[in-house]
């Protein structure tokens, strides 16, 4: 079982950058399927960006071609890094793990995952 624990957010102007990190303890981390959600204020948590364990990739269609999410194996790191940023992305920012990797047609969807950071605040100004 991993813990995470997520830092870099803060507050930007749109157009601008942030980069977040969530760092995890735990064995075998590479095995691990991670997300990135983000919960706006009154609204669901959604999820936007995801990496299986080979490091592949999907996005979110509001996010896709701003924000790269990686991974870092070898220092049990998962990176977001938000580009073109606007308002909307205003929310708190999560990373979430599971293993088994979760079926193509759940990756976004924030039940399927047991493991959760505690979120950091992404403020976007205009």
């Known amino acids: 079982q991993l813990e995470l624990a997520e830092s870099g957010g803060g507050s930007a102007q749109a157009g601008g950058s942030l980069r977040l990190s969530c760092a995890a303890t735990?064995?075998?981390?590479?095995?691990?399927?991670l997300s990135w959600f983000r919960q706006a204020p009154g609204k669901e948590r959604k999820g936007i960006a995801y990496i299986d364990s080979e490091g592949n990739t999907k996005y979110e269609d509001s996010v896709a071609g701003r924000f790269t999410i990686s991974r870092d194996n070898a220092k049990n790191t998962l990176i977001l890094q938000m580009n073109t940023l606007k308002s909307e992305d205003t929310a708190m920012y999560y990373c979430a793990a599971r293993w088994p990797c979760p079926t193509e047609q759940s990756i976004f969807i924030q039940y399927v995952y047991h493991t959760w950071g505690q979120g950091t605040q992404v403020t976007v100004s205009s």
């Open positions: 735990g064995d075998r981390y590479a095995m691990y399927c």
